[in-house]
């Protein structure tokens, strides 16, 4: 299930729903260090690919203080692809490679919290974004796919090795899908993270 979906989800998950996008418009900009790690994901209990299940994995996701990278990409594949149709951690790294939306070198354990670089180069490549001389020269990498999302606004100033807290990574996805399928200023700003007061960006994403 797209991120868009559940926006759109039936008027029985309307209590979920309302959850969700009113806790995005409080996102915080700190995030915690890339040494956190998380006993237990959210996909290893609602991996299901239903409709139902796909709508408890965003709804818990959201609650979560660290978004752990099994479930960090679970939730890209169910966005970009709408399912995920792979049963284990290994198998998801192995499809995001394929498809070139992880670097080569990433081995980071699926506990461990998925780190903004990470998320960035993963976010780079799947909206066939356009870079600078740098990753054009050289291509993708964590510091400079960074610096790309944040001149458009896609991610809120950090650096590449902070995580993602539930509520963080649901909101970035959800600004992602918006800026693929069109303006990403268009979306009001309840549903989206709020941008830095020291935002240094692109000022056209902030109008």
Not at 77 to 88: A, I, M, V
Not at 119 to 127: E, F, K, N, P
């Amino acid at each position: 299930m797209r991120f868009r979906a559940f926006r759109h989800a039936p008027i029985r998950h309307a209590a979920a729903r309302l959850t969700l996008l009113s806790a995005m418009a409080l996102i915080p900009i700190v995030a915690g260090c890339n040494t956190a790690r998380v006993s237990r994901s959210v996909v290893a209990d609602m991996g299901g690919d239903d409709p139902d299940a796909q709508m408890d994995f965003w709804h818990t996701l959201a609650t979560k203080t660290v978004a752990c990278n099994d479930d960090a990409f679970h939730a890209i594949l169910l966005d970009l692809d709408g399912t995920d149709p792979n049963t284990t951690y290994a198998q998801r790294v192995a499809a995001l490679k394929s498809r070139g939306l992880l670097l080569k070198s990433f081995n980071s354990p699926a506990n461990q919290g998925v780190r903004r670089g990470t998320i960035a180069v993963i976010l780079y490549q799947a909206g066939h974004i356009p870079g600078g001389v740098i990753l054009t020269l050289t291509g993708p990498s964590e510091r400079y796919c960074l610096k790309e999302l944040l001149y458009l606004n896609l991610l809120p100033p950090s650096s590449d090795n902070q995580t993602f807290s539930g509520t963080e990574l649901v909101g970035v996805i959800g600004r992602f899908e918006d800026y693929r399928n069109g303006n990403p200023a268009d979306l009001p700003a309840a549903v989206m993270p709020p941008a830095s007061p020291n935002f240094h960006g692109n000022p056209q994403a902030l109008k």
